[in-house]
């Protein structure tokens, strides 16, 4: 139980478009879902929390009008990344914690966003 | 603030001999858990292991073993009788309790494994 989905696993774009990531939960649900970000050889960085039915809140030095954070529903949170430009690419991974347990070790395959 | 700090950025090894991968952390939480994680060259994150703040006992898993040490606030991951499929780089995570999912990761540690 408790799988993650993540959609697409890889992305290839052109600078100035914007690309959506789907992180789905296909066997609970998820009030709240967190959006990391690893860039090449370095450690994963929180984002950004989202939850079900409300704005997500980002962290600190991450730009909200850039990262896209969508949770309308139980079973998916959406990450779109707006006009996207080189420097945005990077790995991209979910996780999802569900109402009744702890899943935070639930996460996502990642997708690998590349923008050229 | 939390803080996870995987001092090795990188370990080589030869097929067969045992590793230690270690992981120190800083919370201000009483209650937290810990994990860790394996990430292959394909990019996913494995999960291998979680341990909450009052269980100090210590985990084997086949060729993995965990060490937990509340006073030291570290927790150590060995590997014994490393194989090639083991090299992989290597996450410590914390999580407080009242932030289920949202964790602060370590650096990471790159283990390679050469036959």
């Known amino acids: 139980g408790a799988v993650v989905s993540q959609h697409p696993s890889r992305v290839i774009c052109k600078s100035g478009t914007s690309v959506k990531i789907e992180c789905r939960s296909l066997d609970f649900q998820a009030t709240t879902m967190f959006w990391y970000r690893q860039f090449p050889k370095k450690s994963l960085m929180l984002m950004a929390t989202?939850?079900?039915?409300?704005?997500?809140?980002?962290e600190q030095g991450v730009e909200k009008d850039k990262f896209l954070i969508n949770h309308a529903s139980l079973t998916l949170s959406t990450l779109t990344v707006t006009s996207a430009h080189p420097e945005d690419s990077s790995f991209y991974i979910c996780?999802?914690?569900?109402?009744?347990?702890?899943?935070?070790?639930?996460f996502g395959s990642g997708t690998r966003l590349t923008v050229v | 603030a939390q803080k996870v700090t995987q001092a090795q950025t990188e370990i080589s090894v030869v097929e067969k001999e045992d590793v230690t991968l270690d992981c120190v952390y800083e919370t201000r939480d009483t209650t937290y858990y810990l994990f860790w994680y394996k990430q292959p060259p394909s990019g996913e994150l494995v999960f291998l292991i979680r341990?909450?703040?009052?269980?100090?006992q210590n985990e084997i898993s086949g060729r993995y073993s965990w060490n937990f040490q509340k006073s030291t606030s570290s927790f150590n991951f060995t590997i014994t009788a490393s194989q090639v499929v083991d090299s992989a780089v290597y996450f410590c995570a914390l999580s407080a309790n009242t932030n289920a999912g949202k964790s602060t990761f370590g650096d990471g540690t790159t283990l390679t494994v050469k036959p």
């Open positions: 989202s939850n079900e039915g409300s704005k997500a809140t980002y």
């Open positions: 341990r909450n703040s009052f269980d100090e």
């Open positions: 996780s999802a914690r569900t109402e009744s347990g702890y899943y935070g070790y639930t």
